[in-house]
């Protein structure tokens, strides 16, 4: 059984796990994607989830990437260190079983107290680049549930750092004194565009926050549009330090979800940068059939 | 019954209530706190729980502040604008009874997309005016689950800005992807003044949050410290924007309860800033009396 000969690559985070047979061609043939994400697996669970994608998708070698490389997962893969290009995941990966289960390491950050980690993103960026998707020397920004804005120097991770938008707006909607405003669609449009001003200013966010409650009690907002504008607060926010830190001409590249990807543009735009937007799950592809390769 | 004859002053917020009998002369002859604030009350039991207060404390006049005026409490008592003293307050008070039950109105601040409200802080503040702790020029820091920085100009509320620092605080302990390092104890110390050097240099704070996890993954923090240091980083974050809006020299003055303004005044001297303290209850026990007075 060799890796050309067609393989799995799963990308298996905390809550969901998305598996994709590759052929020997490079096309993807089937895929599975469910929510036995690695908080649902039990302890010594993993070797039963494995089989599951394998009776599913066929008897083949299997590429992994996200957090079952973790210490809450199946065997932790330490933290390659920036800067961190295909060629050192590969040398890295943790073998599970030789020649048949990989998983790839994540990528770490460390410059004096600043210090960072990802698991699972290295693969879609580096795949992006490997692809020609994204160039040798970029500023990506990865959006969801923790962002991240990633520097490429010669096609290489060599900084980044993460910013917990996208974790923060689910607290808020799930558990702050505004969740009885945020239950409303997050979609563009002036309420979302307002926000991201307001979040491009820089004012103090904990503070923002709180006056999109007292805005509404004031009459000075429509509470149906809170949800939209906190999104816009929280991304302008995000986007006001991600290119501050990195203030280069030339586009940012955004990759992740469509919807997501798609909010961080106008917001972008907003910021007077452009912005071109690169879908998630392609990009993984992209970089696991590129590791692959490598293991030939 | 006149109020000069003694009274009950109850300051019943959202998940606690306390309420003080207040003699002939102004002392606190007898006391009562519980964990009866507005949202354990069913609808329609606001009477009751009165009648509770009397049964414990006496057959007096009730003058009562906080979330009980609001449209989650007993009766909406309507906000009154800034610039406002004690005397707007006493003159829209919202009677329950006639001389006899008297719900003090929360105070809102408004300047063009500015909005912002309080319930509860307003009695306080100008409590501690009115008995000389605070003089008629100055800024105030009201630390809780949403902090305030309020400015008194005459002896009146003249602006506002709540930062909900308190509540982000919760949030993250209880739900968020810090929550299994935030558990222990904040104190003053070394790491508590780490996260306020954070929080002051003004680096995002949803990204700074995020580094408090990868710090400890990576060894470069202990988990032990993360509490402390993450209390340090909201509070001096909030500090920051709380001091660059009122500039001036002298002090500032920080109310509440003593464990959060001990944090505070720490925080302003790392920011340069003198702190005085003053006891939010025994302000609270002030602006009741001095209200009292002008219903006589």
């Known amino acids: 059984m060799r890796w050309s000969d067609g393989f799995i690559a799963v990308d298996w985070g905390t809550t969901n796990r998305r598996a994709y047979r590759i052929g020997a061609g490079g096309a993807v043939e089937d895929r599975l994607e469910d929510e036995r994400g690695i908080l649902s697996v039990p302890h010594g669970g993993f070797p039963g989830a494995v089989e599951e994608i394998r009776a599913a998708l066929g008897e ?23 800067p961190a290009g295909l060629p050192e995941l590969a040398a890295r990966l943790q073998w599970v079983e030789p020649a048949r289960i ?33 160039p040798a020397d970029a500023l990506v920004c990865h959006p969801g549930t923790h962002n ?27 558990h702050s004194i505004l969740s009885d ?30 006056s999109v409650r007292a805005r509404a009690l004031l009459g000075k907002a429509r509470r149906e549009d809170a949800a939209s504008y906190t999104s816009g607060l929280l991304i302008g926010t995000d986007v006001r330090a991600g290119v501050a830190a990195a203030p280069s001409e030339g586009p940012v590249y955004v990759m992740g979800r469509p919807d997501l990807t798609g909010l961080y543009a106008a917001a972008l735009a907003a910021a007077g940068r452009e912005a071109k937007e690169l879908e998630g799950d392609a990009a993984f592809l992209c970089g696991a059939r590129h590791l692959a390769e490598l293991l030939q």
């Open 60 to 82: 083949l070698p299997l590429l992994m990437a996200g957090m079952v490389g973790s210490n809450r997962g199946w065997r932790d893969a330490p933290y390659v260190p920036c």
């Open 102 to 134: 990989a998983i790839v390491p994540g990528v770490c950050f460390s410059d004096g107290a600043a210090a960072d980690v990802m698991r699972g993103e290295e693969v879609q960026l580096l795949g992006a680049y490997a692809e020609g998707l994204v």
């Open 148 to 174: 991240k804005w990633v520097r490429i120097e010669d096609g290489r991770i060599a900084a980044f750092r993460t910013v917990m938008t996208g974790e923060m707006f689910s607290l808020l909607s799930r």
């Open 181 to 210: 405003m945020l239950g409303g669609e997050v979609a563009p449009g002036t309420a979302f565009d307002a926000g991201v001003e307001a979040g491009l200013a820089g004012g103090p966010l904990t503070g923002e926050l709180f």
